[in-house]
């Protein structure tokens, strides 16, 4: 059984191999031991509820309960920019009218902005491609929402996803090859990179400060702003299914976009409910599950949080656990766990 929990200190092998998988543009995630060290010990006070709201991340993992293996992580950062500067760009108008000339024009314009300032952000999220199979992806991602849901009062009140930016078939950048590499003498990959250990001060330093006017990047860097990653396409379907949409906001390296929803608005915080469990003795008769529906389960303890996917009825009173699934959650009889179907159609 897969299930997720959050990052532990001896994870730090398993994390840095999944990023030496993830390619460029995972700027959350960089393949730098002593950046992703110091990001579970920011969880792992996080969790322990004793760090401070600017440095409040909480990393989680998917494990494979067969063989206790790491196979994915997901995180989710309480507050962006508080510490470290938060940069996108905001796609917007200027308009230019003259009465004389009986012209009017309205241009599309890049705004670099730090408008995100304060919001939540889900982020990190990559699973190793061998176990992109099944509810492991949804799993990996959307156990975050029960832990927003549960304990909401450690984030803002708009969560936010910001997405890795299309990519050509040479895995480059059309938008940084039509306008970042016009002021960074870099590749998009150091970049990124670099933004990923924390090193962001080139940014302020090296970005052009006033309204970029997209009329005047390639056809190819114009066609790429919003756009996604293709191995980003199911995260950004999933993240609309829970009503997260793109608002005109995009990376200032790729163009990806980002996708925000106030967070008592997103689907699985507002319809997750809290059941009292029930532990079943044996599994069930296949036959009996023909009127389930899959659930997205969490318990709601901070420090040893704990989500899985289990079948039970579309409306229930209580939750109904086998043994292996309360094992996985750490619950017994008596407690309580917070589920939500995991496709939104089987909400009641």
């Known amino acids: 059984m897969f299930y997720v929990r959050p990052v532990a200190r001896d994870d730090l092998a398993a994390l840095l191999a999944l990023s030496e998988r993830t390619g460029t543009g ?43 293996h790491v196979v994915g992580i997901s995180a989710i950062e309480a507050a962006v920019g ?35 300032t304060g919001h939540s952000e889900l982020c990190s999220l990559f699973l ?33 996803a910001e997405l890795r930016g299309k990519l050509d078939a040479n895995g480059k950048s059309p938008f940084w090859e039509g306008l970042g590499r016009h002021f960074f003498a870099m590749e998009y990959s150091r970049a990124d990179y670099l933004t990923g250990i924390g ?8 970005m052009p400060r006033h309204p970029v006017y997209t009329a005047l990047l390639p056809d190819d860097a114009r066609a790429a702003i919003g756009e996604v990653h293709a191995d980003t396409l199911p995260a950004r379907a999933m993240l609309e299914s829970e009503g997260f949409r793109y608002e005109g906001y995009v990376d200032i390296f790729d163009a990806g976009p980002t996708l925000e929803c106030f967070r ?25 599950l023909t ?19 289990c079948p039970a009825p579309a409306r229930i009173a209580q939750f ?18 917070r589920a939500v179907p995991l496709a939104p159609r089987d909400r009641s």
């Open 264 to 288: 008592d608005n997103i689907r699985a915080v507002r319809q997750s409910q809290v059941f009292p469990i029930s532990i079943g003795e044996e599994d069930p008769v296949p036959d009996s």
């Open 26 to 68: 995972l700027t959350t995630l960089p393949a730098n031991a002593e950046r992703l060290d110091a990001r579970i010990g920011r969880a792992l006070a996080s969790f322990a509820g004793a760090a401070a709201k600017s440095d409040e991340c909480f990393v989680f993992v998917l494990v494979d309960g067969s063989s206790d």
């Open 199 to 206: 090193q962001k001060a080139f940014i302020a330093e090296l």
């Open 128 to 160: 190793d491609a061998r176990y992109r199979h099944g509810c492991n992806g949804p799993l990996l991602s959307k156990a975050r929402l029960l832990f927003i849901a549960e304990f909401a009062q450690r984030f803002a009140p708009k969560i936010i």
């Open 291 to 309: 009127d389930d529906v899959l659930w997205l389960v969490a318990n709601r303890d901070l420090a040893k949080f704990r989500a899985v996917i």
């Open 320 to 337: 109904p656990l086998l043994p292996y699934a309360a094992q996985a959650l750490g619950v017994s009889e008596g407690d309580t766990v």
């Open 82 to 116: 508080l510490a470290e500067p938060w940069y996108n760009y905001h796609v917007g108008t200027q308009v230019h009218a003259s009465r004389e000339l009986d012209l009017y024009t309205a241009a599309p314009t890049l705004f670099l902005t730090n408008d995100h």
